[in-house]
Structures are given as C-alpha cells and as structure tokens.
C-alpha cells in the first residue's frame, strides 16, 4: 500500500476482552494505524470467555469509539445463548446479517482492504461482502472450525460437511488466507481451498513481555493461564493434580481463566476432594507478562484431536517471560517440533497422567533446568516471533497483494 490505504478489520473479538483471538486481533488493529493505515474495526460486544457482555457495553453504550487510534464500530450483538454448536453458528449468524445492515445503511462503508478474522467462518463472509469492487480481502484464520467442531463432538457430521462447505466456499473468495501452522495450511487444502495460503504465526510483544527472575518461593507453583473450554483438555490437569496429590503437596496447581468449562473443573475437583489444585481470575493484559511470571513451571493442555486445527498462542507469552511448560501433544505435531526447534519445554502424550506428573515433577526438582529451558525460550521468540518482525511481515504481505491488484 504506496498510500496509507484505509483498511477494515472484521473480528468478532477485540479489545477489551482479555484472552483468545481478541488480543491478537487488537494487535493487528492497532500496528496498521500506527504504521499510516487508517483503520476501522468491526466487531461485536465484548463478552469473551463470560456469558454476559461487559458492564461498560450494556445498554447501548460505547457502540462507537476510538481506541489508541483505531475507530471500533460494535454491532449490537453479545455471547451465544447457549452453550450449544447450533447456538453459536446463530450467534455467528446474527453477526453476519447485523454486519451487512451496516454496509447498507451506509454505518460502515466498503474498504479497498479488508482483514477478517476467522474463528467465524461467517465473520470472513462479512469481510468479503465489505470489500469494494477492485479491492482486497485477506482471512486470518486462528481456528478451522469446521475441524474443530468435529474432533470436539459439536453438531455431528452433517454439521460438519456443512461447516466445510462454508468455509471452502468463503475462504476462495479471498484474495489470501494467513493460518498459524503449516498443519492449518494442510487442512484447508484437503477440503478444497485453492487461493493463496500463507504461515503467519502468533507473535508476542517482547518489549512489554519481559523475562523475569524465578519467584522465591517455600514450593513450587505450577500455572495454566487462559479459556477454560473444551479444546484446551483441561481435565488433563485435573488428573495432574489428582497424580500429584499422593506424590508432591509442595506442588500448588493454579488454573487462573475463565470459560464454559469453569463450573464443571470446579465440581470436578470438589468432587475429588482435591487440595493441591484451585481456580483463579485472570489478570489484565497491562499485568500479563507479571501473571506468568508468578508461575514456576506453565501447563499447555491439549485435545490431541483438535491440535491440528488450531495453536496455543500462550506458548509464546509463557516463553517471552523465561518460564518453561510441559505441553501434552502427540509426535511430529505442532508443539512437538515447536519443542524440537526451541528446545524450551517438554512435551508429554496426552491423556497420560503418571508421565504428565513426571515431567512436572522433574522440572520441580531441577530449577537450573528451569532456568535453562526458560532462557532458551525468551532467546527464541526474540528470534523468531518479535511483534516487529510478524506484524511488519503481515503488512509487507497486504502492500504485495494490493500492488498486484
């Protein structure tokens, strides 16, 4: 983009939710306006991993602000009522047609670039029908949904097949998809998208991230930190504890989050009578890189049947403050090269709770473990996924394509 092109972002997910895509697309947002691309978002009210919509967004409030530059124009639609799969595509549904009203009435105009982000297949359908005749549509996909739902048992196969359709249908009317992995890459090229795929990965902001010294502490703190849903597996670490109850008090297990799963992890774990696990809240973005750093050792949990369809970004922050993780993941998955290439974290297979528990007892024993594990990491993403060099390879990538067009 010679000229500071205006650009539309369409995420369901945005700032101020905490977690999930909505940081990373708040980054993106917010890099194209600092860098000379007037950009407006389109999104809905924020809610994300709560069933309820934010206090400051209910009664028609906020529909419309400015946000470290970025104009955010929220339709009027909040969370799913419902924890069902035919729940959410209605949510995903409404989204859609509330997002056309906009662009006839003239509330949002068409752009010559147009982002959308996909967990919402529908959400990318809006960025399509928003981009102007001649112009530019590029799908960041965080989740392959159709996979997703699938693997997780949600709405069976015909659900599946539709969801499929969908997004094969959608997805080739962009002019570029940008994915996480090349495993995302290959799920979309087996159900028959053909324009151009590109590996984009997750980045953190290494300047506000910090690596931190270990916490000086009589135990060892053990943390997992994000949504508490489905895909995560998060019974894994329930059984962890349960493991670990008879082996090692001195390990303290914290689930700090939120999520549809919340309620149930906690009836589980009273029902256990487990004492060496316990729930907390998250913490604001501006204390992330703090949050994870009060953790001696990180979990990454993962459903090894949804590994494909979708990455942990937390695996990034958890290494840009020093700290190492133990990931359940299956061979020659994403995490499981991840682990070859840094060298930063161990990796266990999934549903195996004496050989979880083994390996977070090793790095309990050793701290000059955790300390080297925890220095290759930050040494890492510094390397590889710096906010800079992501984020500017993203934008290099829109004045190609627009170039081209």
Not at 123 to 129: D, I, N, P, R, T
Request: aromatic share 4%; hydrophobic share 45%.
């Amino acid at each position: 983009m010679s000229d500071p092109s205006r650009v539309l972002f369409v995420s369901r997910y945005y700032w101020p939710e905490l977690i999930g895509s909505a940081p990373f697309s708040t980054d993106i947002a917010e890099w194209l306006a600092a860098h000379g691309r007037p950009t407006t978002v389109v999104s809905g009210l924020p809610h994300y991993p709560h069933d309820d919509v934010f206090p400051a967004y209910r009664d028609g409030r906020c529909r419309r602000e400015t946000v470290c530059g970025v104009a955010v124009e929220r339709l009027s639609i909040g969370p799913p009522r419902g924890g069902s799969a035919a729940a959410r595509i209605a949510n995903e549904a409404e989204f859609l047609l509330r997002g056309l009203a906009t662009l006839v009435t003239g509330r949002v105009r068409r752009h010559p670039v147009v982002l959308a982000l996909c967990p919402s297949i529908l959400s990318v359908a809006l960025g399509v029908a928003a981009r102007r005749r001649g112009g530019v549509c590029v799908a960041i996909v965080h989740d392959i949904q159709s996979g997703l739902a699938e693997k997780l048992g949600m709405g069976g196969s015909g659900m599946g097949r539709l969801m499929r359709a969908a997004e094969r249908s959608i997805l080739n009317r962009t002019d570029l998809v940008a994915v996480l992995s090349l495993e995302m890459k290959d799920q979309l090229r087996s159900i028959g998208v053909t324009v151009p795929i590109e590996v984009i990965p997750l980045w953190v902001d290494t300047d506000h991230i910090q690596a931190a010294p270990a916490v000086a502490r009589p135990g060892v703190k053990v943390l997992y930190s994000g949504n508490l849903g489905r895909k995560q597996g998060l019974g894994q670490v329930v059984e962890l504890a349960r493991e670990l109850a008879d082996r090692r008090l001195d390990i303290e297990i914290v689930l700090r989050g939120d999520g549809n799963q919340a309620g149930e992890l906690l009836a589980e774990i009273r029902r256990l009578g487990l004492t060496n696990i316990q729930l907390a809240e998250l913490q604001p973005n501006e204390a992330l890189g703090t949050a994870l750093a009060a953790g001696d050792i990180h979990l990454v949990p993962q459903r090894p049947d949804a590994a494909a369809f979708a990455v942990p970004s937390k695996v990034f922050n958890i290494m840009a403050v020093g700290r190492p993780f133990v990931a359940t993941a299956l061979p020659d998955s994403v995490l499981w090269r991840l682990q070859h290439q840094s060298g930063a974290f161990l990796c266990v297979p999934p549903d195996d709770p004496p050989t979880f528990a083994e390996a977070v007892i090793r790095l309990a024993d050793d701290s000059r473990l955790r300390q080297e594990l925890g220095r290759r990491g930050r040494e890492f993403v510094e390397a590889n996924y710096a906010k800079p060099r992501i984020l500017g390879h993203l934008v290099d990538r829109l004045d190609a394509i627009v170039a081209a067009k």
